[in-house]
């Protein structure tokens, strides 16, 4: 069984709002790389990103980005593991102004391990959703306080 996962959400913002809010390291230490971000997510960059909760800065890989639709990662799944994993964000652009974005991520190895890490970025991802609608929408920043 591969392990992999998809996650989705609808922000009341325009397309491009929430893209850049995800490309942008400014915004998105605002609301999800605790410790910061480091580098704008563009094609073939290595960026880095540091959380309070994982404490010291991960590499990113970027893959690929296309401006207001897709943007594909690749990090490693777990220090542990020795595996990097790939994540795919798309944002779509729906009809009531809102975008939808839908975060997938895979490649794990077939292990307790593995399975156990990728429970954990999926709980991540989905939190990183929650916060950016939280921070977007209303200014609110969840992750503030929330692991220290």
């Known amino acids: 069984m591969e392990l992999k996962f998809t996650v989705a959400g609808r922000i009341a913002k325009p397309v491009e709002q929430v893209f850049e809010a995800v490309v942008n390291p400014d915004q998105l230490s605002q609301y999800f790389t605790t410790g ?12 880095t990103w540091d959380f309070h909760d994982f404490p010291g800065a991960f590499p990113v890989l970027v893959q690929d980005v296309v401006a207001n639709d897709r943007i594909v990662l690749q990090w490693e799944a777990d220090g542990d593991l020795a595996t990097w994993t790939t994540v795919t964000m798309t944002f779509q652009a729906l009809d009531d102004g809102r975008t939808l974005v839908r975060i997938n991520e895979y490649g794990w190895p077939e292990t307790e391990a593995g399975l156990r890490s990728c429970f954990g970025n999926c709980e991540g991802w989905t ?22």
């Open 127 to 148: 939190g990183m959703l929650c916060a950016m609608k939280a921070w977007l929408e209303h200014g609110i920043n969840l992750r503030a306080g929330f692991y220290k």
């Open 36 to 47: 910061g971000a480091k580098g704008r997510l563009v094609s073939g960059a290595e960026v």
